[in-house]
Each structure stands twice: as structure tokens, then as C-alpha cells.
């Protein structure tokens, strides 16, 4: 371990400004998955080991920075007040209201996703296959006219931008029967870049249909 060189203060000069926007930020510093939908670019893609009952397979391993918060799920307001049921606060995923992006973007870009693309098995059923050519195509590392995938294409991922969907998934602990929840890419989650809904300063119609806005 390196020495530590101690500096007297007179000499360290690190002043900067504060902006709102820093001060929301800062806000919530959390590394929980958010639900909503987002512009994001591929970091990284690995090949990981995946292990079933039947068999195992590769699995390409995507990382997905966040570029921009295109929908974020939100609390429904009714005259100021949040909506409830049963007594709990309705959320629902809507878009970002265009006077609350910066604050939005802020918080959640630069931030990651994570999922893995499960590869060619002989074993496997259909819908792998079918999820696994519906996010490639969406990647544009393959087109729809493509007559094969080899695996070498999933490198070119890296740097493609892609429209991702994340969402709730719950299930009940099979040794305690409490039930659990986390954040996943849905089973379809994914959209081309070119579809985000929406250009820099131009928000989707509806946008604004939630006045008030809270996460």
C-alpha cells in the first residue's frame, strides 16, 4: 500500500459550485434498479456460463449504461394527494414531464442495467430462441433478413445504443413463503434506439398529462 503524503489545507483549493441539480441528485445516491424505460449503450458484453436442470448454455452478458430516462414509474396524484389502495400508494410508469427531465436525468443516468441473452442450445425451447434473435435484431447486430447469428456478433453490441423496458418481478421464497420482489428487463424489453419517443427538447404528446410528480 502506498504512502499517504498528509497536506496541510492552506495548500488544497477544491472550492466548486452546487447547482440545484447536483443538490437532487445527491438526494438519492441508491443502486436500486429503477422501473421505467430508458435510452442506454452497451459498456460491456461477456460470455457467462448459464446452469439449468435440463443443460447449460453461454449467455451473452450485457451491461447498459443509462443515456436517458425516457419513462420512470411514478406516484399518481388526485388533488395533490398521492392515490391509494388498500393503503398502499399507486405507482404507475409514465413520462418524464418535461419540467422534471433535468432533475430525472440526474438521478438515473450513468447508473447500469444488467441482463443476459441466453445463446443457441440444441435443448433449449423456442422462446429462447425467439427472445434471443428479438433482442439481437434490436442490438442491430443482426438484421431481419439475417440467415445466421454467429457468435462473434454479440462483440458488436459494444457501443449500440437500445431502447430498455425494466419492470417488477415477484415471487413467493419457496422456504419461508414470503414474497420477494426485484427490478428485471422484461421478457421484451427491448426497443430500438430510434424508437425513444422523443428528441432532445421534444417530449411525447401526453407528457405533461401528470402535473404533479413525485418518485
Known amino acids: 500500500m502506498a504512502d499517504t503524503q498528509v497536506i496541510s489545507w492552506e495548500q488544497v483549493n477544491v472550492d466548486e ?19 421505467g424505460q430508458f435510452l442506454c449503450t452497451v459498456t460491456e458484453c461477456g460470455a457467462v456460463e448459464k446452469n439449468f ?10 451491461k447498459m449504461q443509462i443515456d436517458r430516462v425516457i419513462k420512470i414509474e411514478q406516484t399518481i396524484f388526485d388533488n395533490g394527494q398521492p392515490v391509494k389502495r388498500n393503503g398502499k400508494i399507486i405507482k404507475k410508469v409514465q413520462d418524464v414531464p418535461a419540467d422534471k427531465t433535468e432533475k430525472i436525468n440526474a438521478l438515473y443516468v450513468g447508473r447500469f442495467l444488467f441482463d443476459d441473452i441466453n445463446l443457441y442450445n440444441p435443448m433449449e425451447k423456442a422462446a429462447m430462441k425467439n427472445r434471443r434473435l428479438y433482442v439481437a435484431k434490436r442490438l442491430q447486430i443482426i438484421t431481419p433478413q439475417s440467415t445466421a447469428l454467429p457468435t462473434s456478433a454479440w462483440v458488436g453490441a459494444i457501443n449500440k445504443q437500445v431502447l430498455v423496458t425494466t419492470e417488477w418481478n415477484s415471487w413467493k421464497d419457496k422456504d419461508t413463503d414470503e414474497v420477494k420482489k426485484n427490478v428485471k428487463i422484461g421478457w421484451s424489453g427491448y426497443d430500438y434506439a430510434k424508437n425513444a419517443g422523443r428528441v432532445d427538447g421534444a417530449v411525447n404528446a401526453g407528457a405533461n398529462q401528470y402535473k404533479e410528480f413525485d418518485i
Do not use: F
Open 17 to 35: 459550485e452546487i447547482t440545484e441539480t447536483d443538490q437532487s441528485a445527491s438526494d438519492n445516491i441508491s443502486v436500486q434498479t429503477p422501473v
Open 53 to 62: 436442470k435440463a443443460y447449460s448454455c453461454y449467455a451473452a452478458n450485457l
